[in-house]
């Protein structure tokens, strides 16, 4: 048994649970029915991170494509070189007259595809303002986010939808601040991450509850070590007289009761739907379908959740290390469907895919890919206008006649930005369009209709 200490178990549980308010109130609804309502005003966004940087290239394969003239899986296999996966082991999808294959791992997001329960987004990233190869090339760093091609600082600019300078909040947290009104009697915060979260779930007047699928930190972790439980309560209970000291043990106190409350409440929570084992996203994803099935209990009706599956750095080895990992997410994202149903919220769910850049169409040694910029990207759910791209899938020829090739490794410029998506979700989710300049700092240099459809 490890006993963490209590600096650990502040920075673990108060962090995400001690501003649970009034949580210990959520007792007197004794028995959970996880399908007392069929999400009648409720909505919900689920933003699953593929940390690392996930290679669009081999996750949405163009085969035969007006746009590049029939000839996108030649393009794509002289490109790729040995990372190219052969075209009879694609998954067809159709857009339109165009037909693309998704990797082989991913039949589950085919179906969802071609069932019109999922949309791919072509060609998404990090963008000040349009741009090309020109004023990439002419080093134009006003146009251009900063530090690209850097995990941590990509990262927090998915994240925070900030392409240059220091940003405080993210955008999930920033929706969650301009629809508080809409969580006014909530007793739980508006946004749960399974995972590490940064950014994106942090907003100025709200926070982020963690509630990992091993079930929220508390106390109980010493209730093996009697000992050990005793010194901690003594700790909790001892007077000092440091007011400050006084205060904390409060804070923390309280949040081990939210803690264990909420802990009894998912142990409450009873899903037919099964969730493929061994797979750290599916676990994720059912907790998030557990604290949905909550929602009415916790007094919110706009929630977001943060997911996170890593693994997707690969300069070597990307075969075998992408095959599991788009296997893992089609799988987790169709029972996490399927779940939705189950609790008949599927209209008024959303998941949609993230990660801080692509990688290279052109290879790095013989088995990898390095870090690039544009990358394809999933959303899912009852109401995406779903068996459809959206935004610019993008030509595949290498140098300097594509305008989009920044490098000529195959790095695409992205024709769609972040803030493009993220307003399309958050407009849908219920932000006005008058507070879509405050979440999204940049949406008024994507033009004077800068949203997409994807959404009915």
Known sequence: MVIRSRREFLKDTVKSVAALG?????????????FASTGSGYQALVCVFLAGGNDGHNTVIPLTTSVQNNQGYGLYRAGRGPLALPSASLLPIANGNDSYGLHPSMPEMQGLYNTGKAAVLANVGMLVAPTNRSVFNGNNSAALPSQLFSHSDQSSQWQSAIPNGIAATGWGGRMADALQSQNGGAIFPPITTTSSCGLFCTGGATFPASVPPTGVASLNVVHNAPAAAAGMQQLLTFDNGLQLVQSGNAILTRANTYANTM???LGSVNLTTKFPAGNPLAAQLQTVAKVMSLRNQLGLTRQIFFCQLGGFDTHSGQAAAQQLLLQQLSQAVAAFYAATQELMVEQSVTTFTASEFGRTLSPSGTDGSDHAWGS???VIGGGVQGGKFYGTFPSLQLGAANQ?????????????????????????FGVQSTDLQSVFPNIGNFGSNPLLTFLG
């Open 404 to 428: 989009q090739d920044a490098n000529g490794r195959g790095t695409l410029i992205p024709t769609t930005a972040v803030a493009q998506y993220g307003a399309t979700l958050a407009q849908w």
């Open 263 to 265: 802990n009894s409440m």
């Open 22 to 34: 009034a949580m210990g109130a959520m007792a007197k609804f004794g028995e959970i029915n996880a």
């Open 376 to 378: 394809h990207h999933f």
